[in-house]
């Protein structure tokens, strides 16, 4: 029941506001779109579109912030208030932070060099958080493809959702700790991981030696760092993936998913085009409308709180 159109009387600019806080945060943090892209996707598998993970922790709310997938891993919280304040400038208590996680998912990208769509529009802010619910709806990057397969399935998404979307890791980046499995003892084996390329291998172990920082940040795109193109695909075909969840798609023997990773390598208008459906896809989980949830205030505090 969302719908682009949603704001077109009560605040009639609000793409183009998102749009230029966006560009303006871009400038100083060229990862900052990857950053705001992810809130979007950590926030939809946790009780729907409703900007649960942008609520701090209070004397009601545990915050989904500290949950184990977004621990001193999530970022942007920021550059999601300065776009809520440059809303509430021109459209006082109009515009629901669900919906600003949407239009800065999609001026993210567009910004980056990919597709552009028209946002689905009228979710609202929940009054909850679900930290356990955080704990376990969000894939890991080292659970297996048949789990983040079901994981994705329990929120309506179906396998061409699963690659089109972690194509999104076409941008960003991820910490040491994240992939360090793949690179010395791959489960238990005394070797790195298999369909690890071998000179890929060798960078990643100097950039994340043995014993080192776990946070030390690597591309996640080794050839495309900041652009939002269909390179990720096409790292994937050479062994150059990152995390095991990305690798997985393309290296698991029999999988189906290994066709629609050749078919977005190969044509990157299929690839923005499945992309950006699977965006609204993802979008349209369960969001709060009509009178439920509440239009927040400051999206890190339920209101009156
Ligand atoms: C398919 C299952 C997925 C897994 C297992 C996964 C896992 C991860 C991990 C481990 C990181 C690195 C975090 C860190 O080191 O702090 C990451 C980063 C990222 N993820 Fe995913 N992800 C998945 C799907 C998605 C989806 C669906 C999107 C968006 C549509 C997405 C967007 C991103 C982006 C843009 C980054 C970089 C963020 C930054 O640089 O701040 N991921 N992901
Ligand atoms: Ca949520
Ligand atoms: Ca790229």
């Known amino acids: ?19 230029n806080a966006v560009q303006q945060a871009l400038q100083s943090d060229a990862r900052i779109g990857a950053s705001l892209i992810r809130l979007h996707f950590h926030d939809c598998f946790v009780d729907g ?5 942008l609520l701090d922790n209070s004397a009601t709310i545990q915050s989904e912030k500290d949950a184990a997938p977004n621990t001193n891993s999530t970022r942007g919280f920021d550059v999601v208030d300065n776009i809520k304040t440059a809303v509430e400038n021109s459209c006082p ?21 990919g597709p552009s769509w028209s ?19 969000i894939p890991s990057p080292v659970e297996g493809l048949s789990s983040i397969t079901s994981k994705f399935s329990a929120v309506g998404l179906n ?10 890791h076409t941008f960003g980046r991820a910490q040491c700790r994240t992939f360090i499995n793949r690179l010395y003892n791959f489960n238990g084996t005394g070797n790195p991981d298999p369909t690890l390329n071998t000179t890929y291998l060798a960078t990643l172990q100097q950039t994340c030696p043995q014993g080192g920082s776990g946070t030390t940040l690597a591309n996640l795109d080794l050839t495309t760092q900041d652009s939002f193109d269909n390179n990720y695909f096409s790292n994937l075909q050479t062994n150059e993936g990152l995390l095991q969840s990305d690798q997985e798609l393309f290296s698991t023997n029999g999988s189906a ?10 044509n990157q208008n299929t690839f923005f085009q499945t992309f950006a459906q699977s965006m609204i896809n993802m979008g349209n989980i369960s969001p709060l409308t009509g009178s439920s949830g509440e239009i927040r205030a400051d999206c890190k505090k339920v209101n009156g709180s």
């Open 49 to 53: 579109c409703d900007a649960s993970i």
């Open 257 to 266: 998913t290994i066709s629609i990773v050749n078919s977005f390598s190969s």
């Open 119 to 137: 946002v689905l529009l009228g979710r609202r802010d929940s009054t909850t958080a679900n930290q356990g619910g955080a704990n376990t709806s």
């Open 159 to 168: 396998i061409t959702d699963l690659v089109a979307l972690s194509g999104a």
């Open 93 to 113: 208590g109009v515009v629901s932070c669900a919906d600003i996680l949407a239009l800065a998912s999609e001026s993210s990208v567009s910004l980056s060099g």
């Open 1 to 19: 029941q969302l719908n682009s159109t949603f704001y077109a009387t009560t605040c009639p600019n609000v793409s183009t506001i998102v749009r």
